[in-house]
């Protein structure tokens, strides 16, 4: 399976220990097409890249992705992007947050949730973000064989 993982970039990189994280578990579920965005030194990866490039290369991604994972904590235009992208390509979206940030999610984030095709998973440690992520999988793969 082919996996989008989305996390902040230009929003803010304070949660890309959690991107390791996550991504780390995602790689047991398939192919993470982005694990870029988990590595620390993103800027060094990127800087032959201009914007054009790096939209085109993620939108072409994201069209060969299966499901799409977006860590939503760190407010990020990119990820909001991403996610709207996403749902008009008719993708699976699971969208993690950490309610002790101290911030609210974005309305439109959470008001999309139908636990059909776009889930929204709170979560603290992580076993809770591995349990979102395989009940997420569980049930897109299943989706996949009906």
């Known amino acids: 399976m082919n ?6 970039i230009r929003g803010g990189r304070q949660d890309v220990a959690i991107y ?6 995602l790689k047991s579920y398939g192919t993470v097409l982005t694990e870029h965005v988990a590595f620390p030194e993103l800027e060094l990866v ?4 201009n914007d054009a490039e790096i939209l085109e290369r993620d939108m072409q991604w994201l069209s060969k992705a299966q499901v799409v994972v977006a860590e939503v904590t760190q407010p990020s235009l990119g990820v909001g992007f991403e996610i709207a992208r996403a749902i008009t390509l008719n993708k699976p979206v699971l969208c993690l947050f950490r309610p002790s940030c101290g ?19 709170n979560y603290e440690q992580r076993d809770d973000f591995e349990k979102f992520i395989q009940d ?10 009906v």
């Open 136 to 145: 997420f999988m569980g049930y897109c793969s299943q989706k996949r064989t």
């Open 103 to 121: 911030q609210r999610l974005s309305a439109l984030i959470r008001g999309s949730a139908n636990n059909r095709s776009f889930f929204v998973g």
């Open 20 to 25: 390791q994280q996550i991504v780390t578990c």
């Open 3 to 8: 996996i989008y993982f989305c996390g902040s």
């Open 46 to 49: 990127e800087k032959n890249l």
